[in-house]
């Protein structure tokens, strides 16, 4: 299960509890942005930590070309994100593709 914002976790919440799922052993729980909620002992999410420092720094970059530049086209970044693990995943067996 992943939690892409509070509206899922709820409602994802909701229905692990009504099926009486537990978090790791029936059910991993993974969420994004490694919030500092997520380090919580109540919580202890896993998370996919954004590098946003450098995500921030390519976007002035690119406005910036796009202000000074003729060349108008779309460019595509990809910047990897770094996996946090904690108690609410059980990733025994998971291999990276």
Do not use: C, K, N
């Not at 380090?39 to 976007?59: C, F, G, Y």
């Amino acid at each position: 299960m992943t939690r892409a914002d509070r509206t899922y976790t709820t409602s994802g919440d909701a229905a692990r509890r009504e099926l009486q799922l537990r978090v790791p052993e029936d059910v991993s729980v993974i969420g994004f942005d490694d919030i500092a909620m997520a380090s919580w002992p109540s919580h202890e999410l896993t998370t996919v930590a954004q590098p946003i420092t450098t995500m921030i720094e390519r976007l002035i970059a690119e406005i910036e070309r796009l202000l000074t530049s003729r060349d108008l086209s779309p460019r595509h970044y990809f910047e990897p994100g770094t996996l946090v693990e904690r108690r609410s995943a059980s990733l025994t067996g998971v291999t990276a593709s």
